[in-house]
C-alpha cells in the first residue's frame, strides 16, 4: 500500500509524512508559511508566523470546528482550506533553489469514499502528484504533507502552485516555501571562485586568499564585537525586566490588601444590611399584627351587634308564631286554593310552550328547509407577500348578496341567507346557526355542514382553536345551557359519536382499538338509520363532551398538498343524540344532530398529488359528486334519491331527508388564484339553496304515550301528598324555637370568645413593648456600625491615596527605565547598521581588489605564454637528440614500447606531474579560460628541472595523489572543451613526456603503475642509464 501511494509522486526527492506540523522540524531556512484558507497565526516560536491566505488566484474558503487528530503544534492550520479551481503564484523570491512544502486534511468528505476527491499537483508546470487522493491516504480529519518539493527559481522569476481537479474539487491547507541546500552536483570547487555575475569560475591566486582571510578575519573579529555588545545590550534588557516584573508583584500584592480591606468593609456592610431588614421585618411584622387584632377585634364587635339583634328578631318571630296557631285552619285553606292555581297555571304554561315551539318552527320552515350561509376567510400572509388580491364583493353583504370580479369589470352575483365578511368573528357566525340548537333539543333532526376547497377555513369554523371556539363547541355548551334551564319540566341525555367517512370507509374515532369490522349504516325497525358497532359517548356536561372531541379530532386523517399543508384528508361527522322526556305529560323525542366537516372539494389538477393522496383525494371528490346527485335530485323533487351511492349521503340520509332541517356553511376564498374553485363552490351552493325538503317532523316516541295515563296517576298521588306537607308547618314551627334556644347558646359562646380576645390584646401590647425596647437597642447598635463603618471608609481612601501617590513614583521611575533602554536599543540598532554598511563597503573593495588582480595576472601570462612557446622549441631539439642516443642501445625495443604505454597515459600523468607546487583548482580555471595546456606542462617542465632530482620522493607522493584528483576532475572538464582542440593538447603533451624518460624518477612512477611485475625492467632502466 506504501509502494502505491508513494508511486503518485513523479519526481524524485518529494515524499509524504503521514502527521501535523511540528515547529521543531523549522530551522533559519523558512521563507515564508501561508495559512490557505485561513488568516494569520502565531507560532509558539517567535520567529515563526504563519501568514493569512495570499497568493492566490480563484477557490473558494471552507473551514470546520472538527479535531484534526494528529495535527501537531498547530491543529488550526488544517481546520481551513482553499478548495475550488485555484492556483498560488510566489513573486519577489531571491533567485536559487527552494524547498516547497504542501499541506492538507480531508475535512469535507468525511464520511468518505475513497475517490471523491482525486486531482493533479503541479509545480512550474510540471505534474509533481498525479491522482492524489488525500481520504485514501490517511482518511478523514487527519493531516498530510507532501515535503521537499526542490524548486529552482531564476531572476524575475515566480514560484506557480497549480491545482487540477480529476474528480471532485482540489483542497490545501497550508504551503510553505523553506530555502534548499546546495546540491552535491551544483558544489563550487573550494579551489576556485564563483563569479556573482556570470557564474564562471575564476582561478583565486595565494595572495587574494591570503587577502580574502585577513579581511573574513576582520570582519569575523566586527562579528564578534557587536555579539558581545549585543548580548551585554540583552543583559541589560532582561535586568530592566527583572525590576519591572519586581514593581508588578509589589503592585499586585498592594492591590491584594486593598481588595481584602475592600472585602472585608463589605462584609460589614452586608452584616448591617442584614441587621436593618430583620429590624424592619420585626417593626413590618409588629405593624400586621396591630392592624390584625384590631380588625379582629372590630369584626367581633360587629358580630355580636348582630347576633343581638338575630336574637331580637327571632324572639319576634317566635312571638309571632305563636300568636298565629290559633289561625292556622284559615292558612291550611289558602294554601290548598293556592296548589289548586298553581296546576291550573302549570296546564296553561305547557299550553303556551307548545304554541311557541309550533311558531319557532313555522318560522324556520318558511325561510326553508335547508338555509346556505356564506363565509369568506382574510387573505393570508404568503398570498399577500405574493402579490395576490382580493376579488369578492361585499357591498350587498347586509343583503345576503356577494360579487365575484371575474374579469375587469365584469361581475358575478349570488344570493344566500347569510354572508359574512372576513371582519366577522366566531360569534356572529353562531348566532345565526342558534335556533338550530333549539330545534334540536324540540326534537327534529338537524344537519349542519361546511364545504368548500381546502385552506377555506371549513375545520376553524366547525371546529375553531382553543381562544376561539367553532360551531361544535358552541352548539353543545347551548344544548346543555337549554338542557340545564329546562330541566324542571324536561330531561335530557345527550350521547355523542364521532366518525369519519375515509376512502368511502366508515371508521369510528372514539374505538379504543382498531378493528378489522366493517362499520356500515342499518336502517333500524323504528326508520331511522344507524351504524351498528358505533361507539356512543354519554356526556352529562361540556368537559366531557368536549374531552370526547379532542380525541376524535385527533384521530382524524390529514395530509399534505399543494394547496396546503395540513389538508382534511377525510370527512369528519360528529352526531349528537338527544333523549327528551317531559316531565309534565310524559312525551318522549329522539333527536339527531349532525355536524359535518366535509373534506376539500378542489380539482385533482389543482393538488399535484400521486399514489395514496390521489387515491385520497379521489374518494373525496366522488362522496362530494355524490351529494350533489342527491341535491340535484332534492332539488327536481324526484321520485329517487341516491342516498346510497355514497357513505356520506347514506349517514346523512335522516337530515337530508324531508323531515328534518339542514344548515350549510360555504367557505370561499377572496384570493384570485383560487377563483375557479371559488366560482365552483358558490354555483354549488346556490343549488342546494334552492332545495325545498318540505315541512320537518317531531320524532315523537310512541312508545311513550302508553305511559301517560300512568304518569297522570303519579300526579294526583302528589297532590294527596301537598296535604301532609300542611302537617309538616307545625313541625316546622317546633322546629323554629329549637333554632332560637341554639342561637342564644352561640351568643354565649362568643360572649366568652370576645373574654379571651380581650385577654390576648392585652398579652400582645406587652409583646409589643418589648419589641418596642428590642427596636431601642438594635438602633444603638447600628448607631455604632455606622461609626465603624465612616472609620474604615476613611482607612480605605487613605490607603487608596497612598496607593495611588506610589504607584505614580513606580510608574514614573519605569517608564524612566524604558526609555533609557529604548535610547540604548535605538543607538544598538544605528551602530548595527552602521557596521553592516561597512561590512558592505568592504566586500565591494575586496571585489575590486580581486579584479585588478585578474587584470594583472592576465597581463603577466601573455609574456609567460611567449617564453613557454620558446621552451617547447627548446625541448623539441632535446626530443631528437636523445633519440638520435637512443640508436644502438640493447633496451631499445624495451624502452620503445614503454614510450608507447606511457604515450596512452600521459594525459594524466603530465597533468599530475606539472602541478608539484600549484593546486589543481588552478589548471581547471586557465582550461576553463581556453589557455593552452602547453604552457601549463612548460612551466611544471622548468620547476621540475630544476629541484626533482633533489625530491625523488616527494614528486613521487604528488604524481599519485594528483594523477587522482586528475581522474576526478576530467569529465567535467570535458564537457567544456572542443574535442579536436582536446586532441591536439593530448599528442602535444605526449611528446614533451618523452624527454623524462631520461630521468630515473619517471621510470619508478611507471612501475609503480604497472605493479610488481616491472621490477625487472626498473632495474634494467637505471642499468642502462648509467
Known amino acids: 500500500m506504501e509502494d502505491a501511494f508513494d508511486s503518485m509522486i513523479l519526481v524524485s526527492g518529494p515524499s509524504f509524512v503521514r502527521s501535523g506540523l511540528k515547529e521543531q522540524a523549522f530551522g533559519d531556512d523558512l521563507v515564508m508559511f501561508v495559512n490557505a484558507g485561513g488568516c494569520e497565526i502565531q507560532g509558539k516560536d517567535c520567529r515563526i508566523k504563519f501568514r493569512g491566505d495570499a497568493h492566490f488566484l480563484g477557490g473558494d474558503i471552507i473551514e470546520t470546528n472538527e479535531i484534526i487528530a494528529e495535527s501537531g503544534d498547530h491543529p488550526l492550520l488544517y481546520q481551513s482550506a482553499r478548495y475550488g479551481d485555484f492556483r498560488y503564484m510566489f513573486d519577489n523570491l531571491v533567485p536559487g533553489d527552494y524547498f516547497v512544502d504542501l499541506h492538507f486534511a480531508e475535512i469535507v468528505n468525511t464520511n468518505g469514499p475513497k475517490g471523491i476527491r482525486v486531482f493533479n499537483i503541479f509545480v512550474q508546470e510540471e505534474k509533481i502528484l498525479s491522482s492524489f487522493d488525500i481520504y485514501a491516504i490517511v482518511g478523514a480529519n487527519k493531516p498530510l504533507q507532501l515535503v521537499d518539493i526542490r524548486v529552482s527559481v531564476m531572476h524575475n522569476q515566480a514560484v506557480l502552485i497549480r491545482f487540477e481537479g480529476l474528480c471532485g474539487s482540489p483542497t490545501v491547507s497550508g504551503i510553505c516555501i523553506r530555502k534548499a541546500p546546495v546540491s552535491t552536483a551544483a558544489m563550487i570547487n573550494p579551489e576556485l571562485h564563483l563569479c556573482t555575475k556570470c557564474a564562471t569560475e ?15 578575519g576582520q570582519y569575523e573579529k566586527k562579528i564578534q564585537e557587536l555579539t558581545n555588545e549585543c548580548k551585554m545590550k540583552s543583559d541589560e534588557c532582561y535586568e530592566a525586566w527583572m525590576s519591572l516584573t519586581d514593581a508588578n508583584q509589589k503592585l499586585q500584592n498592594v492591590t491584594m490588601e486593598l481588595d481584602n480591606i475592600i472585602f472585608q468593609n463589605e462584609t460589614l456592610e452586608r452584616a448591617v444590611g442584614r441587621e436593618m431588614e430583620k429590624f424592619k ?41 305563636a300568636n298565629s296557631i290559633p289561625n292556622l ?24 310552550m307548545g304554541k311557541r315551539k309550533r311558531l319557532f318552527n313555522q318560522l324556520q320552515e318558511t325561510k326553508g328547509n335547508i338555509r346556505v350561509f356564506c363565509r369568506c376567510r382574510p387573505l393570508s400572509k404568503e398570498e399577500i407577500s405574493s402579490g395576490c388580491h382580493a376579488i369578492i364583493d361585499f357591498d350587498a353583504a347586509k343583503d345576503g348578496e356577494i360579487g365575484i370580479m371575474a374579469s375587469g369589470t365584469t361581475k358575478k352575483s349570488f344570493k344566500f341567507d347569510r354572508v359574512y365578511m372576513p371582519k366577522d368573528n366566531q360569534a356572529d357566525v353562531y348566532a345565526d346557526a342558534s335556533p338550530f340548537v333549539t ?9 349542519i355542514f361546511a364545504y368548500g376547497q381546502t385552506g377555506t377555513g371549513k375545520t376553524f369554523t366547525m371546529e375553531g382553536n382553543e381562544n376561539n371556539r367553532g360551531v361544535n363547541y358552541r352548539t353543545l355548551e347551548e344544548l346543555f345551557k337549554i338542557a340545564v334551564e329546562r330541566k324542571d319540566t324536561i330531561s335530557y341525555s345527550i350521547s355523542v359519536s364521532v366518525l369519519e ?12 382499538s382498531p378493528s378489522n369490522k366493517k362499520l356500515e349504516v342499518r336502517q333500524a325497525a323504528e326508520g331511522f338509520h344507524h351504524v351498528p358497532g358505533m361507539v356512543e359517548a354519554k356526556v352529562e356536561n361540556m368537559k366531557e363532551a368536549w374531552n370526547v372531541l379532542q380525541a376524535g379530532s385527533n384521530a382524524r386523517a390529514v395530509g399534505s398538498n399543494n394547496v396546503n399543508e395540513h389538508s382534511s384528508r377525510s370527512h369528519c361527522m360528529l352526531c349528537i343524540m338527544v333523549r327528551a322526556k317531559n316531565l309534565m305529560n310524559g312525551e318522549c323525542t329522539n333527536s339527531k344532530l349532525w355536524l359535518v366537516d366535509l373534506a376539500g372539494s378542489e380539482r385533482l389538477t389543482r393538488t399535484d398529488v400521486h399514489g395514496e393522496r390521489l387515491k385520497e383525494a379521489q374518494n373525496i371528490n366522488r362522496s362530494l359528486s355524490a351529494l350533489g346527485d342527491v341535491i340535484s335530485a332534492l332539488t327536481s323533487k324526484s321520485s329517487h334519491i341516491p342516498y346510497r351511492n355514497s357513505k356520506l349521503t347514506h349517514l346523512l340520509q335522516d337530515s337530508l331527508g324531508g323531515d328534518s332541517k339542514a344548515l350549510m356553511f360555504v367557505q370561499i376564498s377572496p384570493s384570485d388564484n383560487d377563483m375557479g374553485e371559488t366560482v365552483s363552490s358558490l354555483t354549488f351552493a346556490s343549488r342546494v339553496r334552492g332545495v ?66 380581650a385577654s390576648q390584646l392585652t398579652s400582645n401590647a406587652e409583646i409589643q413593648s418589648q419589641l418596642d425596647r428590642k427596636q431601642c437597642q438594635l438602633m444603638e447598635k447600628l448607631n455604632g456600625k455606622e461609626e465603624e463603618f465612616m472609620i474604615l471608609q476613611q482607612k480605605v481612601k487613605d490607603t487608596e491615596q497612598r496607593l495611588k501617590e506610589r504607584q505614580l513614583i513606580e510608574s514614573a521611575s519605569l517608564q524612566e527605565k524604558v526609555k533609557e533602554l529604548e535610547f540604548k536599543l535605538n543607538v544598538q540598532s544605528h551602530s548595527e547598521i552602521a557596521a553592516k554598511e561597512k561590512v558592505k563597503e568592504l566586500e565591494c573593495q575586496l571585489k575590486e581588489r580581486l579584479q585588478f588582480q585578474l587584470t594583472l595576472e592576465q597581463k603577466v601570462k601573455e609574456p609567460e605564454s611567449k617564453l613557454r612557446e620558446q621552451k617547447e622549441l627548446d625541448s623539441i631539439s632535446l626530443f631528437h637528440s636523445a633519440d638520435r642516443s637512443r640508436i644502438g642501445t640493447p633496451s631499445e625495443a624495451k624502452g620503445s614500447s614503454s614510450d608507447e604505454s606511457t604515450s596512452d597515459t600521459d594525459p594524466h600523468i603530465l597533468r599530475s606531474s606539472t602541478s608539484i607546487n600549484r593546486p589543481v583548482t588552478g589548471r581547471v580555471s586557465i582550461l576553463h579560460k581556453g589557455v593552452s595546456p602547453y604552457g601549463i606542462k612548460r612551466k611544471g617542465e622548468r620547476e621540475h628541472r630544476s629541484g626533482v632530482l633533489a625530491d625523488d620522493t616527494e614528486n613521487h607522493s604528488v604524481f599519485s595523489s594528483n594523477s587522482v584528483d586528475n581522474n576526478k576532475t576530467e569529465p567535467n572538464r570535458s564537457r567544456k572543451l572542443d574535442q579536436a582542440k582536446a586532441y591536439g593538447r593530448i599528442t602535444r603533451t605526449s611528446k614533451v613526456v618523452t624527454t623524462h624518460k631520461l630521468f630515473p624518477h619517471s621510470r619508478i612512477k611507471k612501475d609503480q603503475q604497472t605493479g610488481g611485475g616491472g621490477v625487472k625492467e ?9
Do not use: F
Open 329 to 352: 285552619n284559615n292558612m291550611t285553606t289558602a294554601i290548598q286554593a293556592l296548589v289548586a292555581q298553581s296546576e291550573d297555571l302549570k296546564v296553561k304554561y305547557s299550553e303556551e
Open 501 to 512: 367517512v375515509y376512502n368511502e370507509q366508515i371508521r369510528d374515532l372514539l374505538a379504543t
Open 202 to 216: 575564476i582561478e583565486v591566486s595565494p595572495i587574494q586568499k591570503k587577502l580574502q582571510s585577513k579581511n573574513i
Open 692 to 757: 325545498e325538503l318540505g315541512p320537518a317532523k317531531r320524532q315523537v316516541d310512541t312508545v311513550e304515550q302508553q305511559k301517560m295515563k300512568q304518569m297522570l296517576d303519579k300526579v294526583r298521588q302528589e297532590s294527596r301528598a301537598k296535604d301532609e306537607s300542611l302537617r309538616k308547618l307545625e313541625e316546622n314551627c317546633q322546629h323554629l324555637e329549637n333554632k332560637l334556644k341554639e342561637k342564644e347558646q352561640q351568643c354565649r359562646m362568643l360572649q366568652e370568645k370576645n373574654k379571651d380576645l
Open 1018 to 1026: 626498473k632495474n634494467k632502466v637505471r642499468g642502462w642509464a648509467r
Open 281 to 321: 421585618d420585626v417593626s413590618d411584622k409588629y405593624k400586621k399584627d396591630k392592624k390584625l387584632w384590631s380588625s379582629i377585634i372590630n369584626n367581633l364587635e360587629k358580630k355580636i351587634k348582630a347576633i343581638k339583634e338575630d336574637h331580637t328578631q327571632l324572639s319576634q318571630e317566635a312571638h309571632d308564631c
Open 439 to 447: 330545534s334540536v333539543l324540540d326534537g327534529y333532526n338537524v344537519c
